[in-house]
Structures are given as C-alpha cells and as structure tokens.
C-alpha cells in the first residue's frame, strides 16, 4: 500500500516513508574500530575571515544570492577549470536569480547558464540576450528535465541546489548523469547537511546513503577480481570487461561538509605494472 500511495503522491513531492534509524534519532554513529583519539568531541570555533577567492567576491558585489561561505573554496577548486572556454551549466533551484547572475560573471562571457525552478515567478530572472535562461518545472519530472537537456544540453556543469528533498536530490540524479551531463562534466549536489534534517527526508533511503553506495560502485572493477587481472603482461590480465554504466563513467567522488561531487569521465579499466 505504501508503494502505491508514494507512486500516487510523488507528483506533489510527498512520500510516505519511514526516516533512517540515524537521522530520527539525530545521533552520530561511529564504528568501534576508530580509535577514540578521533571520536572525542572537541570544541570548533565560528569563522573569523571570509573565502579569499574571485567567486566570493563576485558573490558578495550582488544580492539575492543565498550562499554558504565555506562552499566557495569547493566551487573555485571544481570549476576553476570550465572557465577558459564556453560552457554550459544547468542549475536546480533559482530562488531570487542572483545565482545565475554569478555564474554568468564567473563563467566564460560566451557560456549558457540555464536555471530551472517550480515557482514560475522565477521566469522574470532570465536573462535571453545575455545566454541566460529560465525554466519552469519540477526536478522530480524526467520528462520535464528531458525537455531542458533537449534544448541546452548536454551540460559542462550540472549543480543541484534545488528543494533539497531526499527524492529530488535521487530522481534528479537519476535523470540528467547519463543522459545530460558531457563526459568530462561535473555533477554537484549541494545542501547535503538537508539529508540529516527530517523534513527533508522523504525517501527510504537519502541521496547521501546512495552516495556512499556509489564510492563502491566506484570500485566495482575489482569486486570478485584479483590484483593479476589488472597486471600488464600478466597470462590473467583481461582486456575487457562488463561494468554498470556508472561505474565506467564516474572518475571521481568528493566528500565535502555539505556538498557531493561527481566527476563524469569515460573510464578504461585500470592497469598496474610489475618492473
């Protein structure tokens, strides 16, 4: 019944679920295997400078931008390397449309921002004669980001600063890595700390829970393999092998207080070499 009532409700970004053990009780688990050197709780200090980067100061010469500060850091060092040619970039979630402002200022003059949000106000922040567009629909509609990918796509650059629902964050995902997303891209979600926030939580498992299940499929050439399979000139070296789409084209993960990173890039299996 439940499947049924979450398949019927989805459209309205509800779901009926039950939370995850740790984000109901809002507690912190850690395995006994850290030493307790690393687990005893120490004191952390508010921030007393801000990001010293071009980003930050683009940021802070506009409004209507709601930022983290310590996001900028991550931006500079993941997307420093768009900024020499044109890209394309699709942004979830537009809000007031400042953002989309930074990164046109960011970016390459030439390069195409694309913002798309639920609220059609949002539509008033595009700004056409400048590569900068607007449009109206829900992360949670494949056809809808179908539609977008058709139009800009594929995308340098896709950031998921949408609704932060736990199904959004997974559907969204789900629909644009393979399909909208350029090999060599990058696929950023950001806002995670909102998968330990209840109200957030509206799938049965949250988008960091199948992050985390990525960092395997990450490594899955080596599941069921030995170190000789993979050895240069070695009689059980193989040539080839069947692999998840994923896992042949994910280079990458980057962890981050709040921000997951996903590097996109046609991998060929690893080689090791015994001299």
Same mark, same amino acid.
């Given at each position: 019944?439940?499947?049924?009532?979450?398949?019927?409700?989805?459209?309205?970004?509800?779901?009926?679920?039950? &939370?995850?053990?740790?984000?109901? @009780? =809002?507690?912190?688990?850690?395995?006994? !295997?850290?030493?307790?050197?690393?687990?005893?709780?120490?004191?952390?200090?508010?921030?007393?400078?801000?990001?010293? @980067?071009?980003?930050?100061?683009?940021?802070?010469?506009?409004?209507?931008?709601?930022?983290?500060?310590?996001?900028?850091?991550?931006?500079?060092?993941?997307?420093? =390397?768009?900024?020499?040619?044109?890209?394309? *970039?699709? /942004?979830? #979630?537009? $809000?007031?449309?400042?953002?989309?402002?930074?990164?046109?200022?960011?970016?390459? &003059?030439?390069?195409?921002?694309?913002?798309?949000?639920?609220?059609? !106000?949002?539509?008033?922040?595009?700004?056409?004669?400048? @590569?900068?567009?607007?449009? +109206?629909?829900?992360?949670?509609?494949?056809?809808?980001? %179908?539609?977008?990918? &058709?139009?800009? #796509?594929? $995308?340098? +650059?896709?950031?998921?600063?949408?609704?932060?629902?736990?199904?959004?964050?997974? +559907?969204?995902?789900?629909?644009? $890595?393979?399909?909208?997303?350029?090999?060599?891209?990058?696929? *950023?979600?950001?806002?995670?700390? !909102? %998968?330990?926030?209840?109200?957030?939580?509206?799938?049965?498992?949250?988008?960091?829970?199948?992050?985390?299940? *990525?960092?395997?499929?990450?490594?899955?050439?080596?599941?069921?393999?030995?170190?000789? %399979?993979?050895? =240069?000139?070695?009689?059980?070296?193989?040539? =080839?092998?069947?692999? !998840?789409?994923?896992? &042949?084209?994910?280079?990458? +993960?980057?962890?981050?207080?709040?921000?997951?990173?996903?590097?996109?890039?046609?991998?060929?299996?690893?080689? @090791? /070499?015994?001299?």
């Amino acid at each position: 019944m439940r499947k049924l009532l979450n398949k019927l409700l989805i459209k309205f970004g509800i779901l009926i679920t039950k &939370a995850p053990v740790l984000l109901a @009780n =809002q507690e912190l688990s850690t395995s006994d !295997s850290f030493p307790v050197e690393l687990t005893e709780k120490i004191v952390v200090d508010a921030p007393t400078d801000t990001p010293d @980067n071009e980003l930050f100061d683009i940021f802070s010469s506009d409004t209507d931008v709601h930022k983290w500060h310590h996001y900028f850091d991550i931006y500079s060092k993941h997307f420093e =390397q768009y900024r020499d040619r044109p890209i394309r *970039m699709l /942004e979830i #979630g537009v $809000f007031r449309g400042g953002s989309l402002r930074m990164w046109k200022n960011y970016f390459h &003059a030439d390069s195409t921002i694309v913002g798309i949000d639920i609220d059609k !106000s949002c539509q008033a922040h595009e700004i056409a004669d400048k @590569n900068v567009f607007v449009r +109206i629909g829900s992360q949670a509609d494949p056809h809808f980001l %179908n539609q977008v990918n &058709a139009e800009f #796509g594929p $995308f340098d +650059i896709i950031l998921d600063d949408g609704s932060h629902k736990t199904h959004h964050q997974i +559907i969204s995902f789900g629909a644009l $890595f393979r399909s909208a997303l350029q090999d060599g891209g990058c696929y *950023m979600v950001e806002d995670t700390h !909102s %998968n330990y926030w209840l109200k957030h939580v509206d799938s049965g498992e949250t988008f960091i829970d199948l992050a985390k299940q *990525m960092v395997d499929m990450l490594h899955e050439p080596y599941l069921g393999r030995k170190e000789t %399979n993979f050895r =240069q000139g070695h009689a059980d070296a193989v040539d =080839q092998m069947e692999l !998840s789409y994923l896992s &042949a084209n994910l280079s990458g +993960i980057a962890f981050y207080d709040s921000i997951v990173v996903f590097d996109k890039k046609k991998r060929y299996l690893p080689k @090791n /070499e015994l001299r």
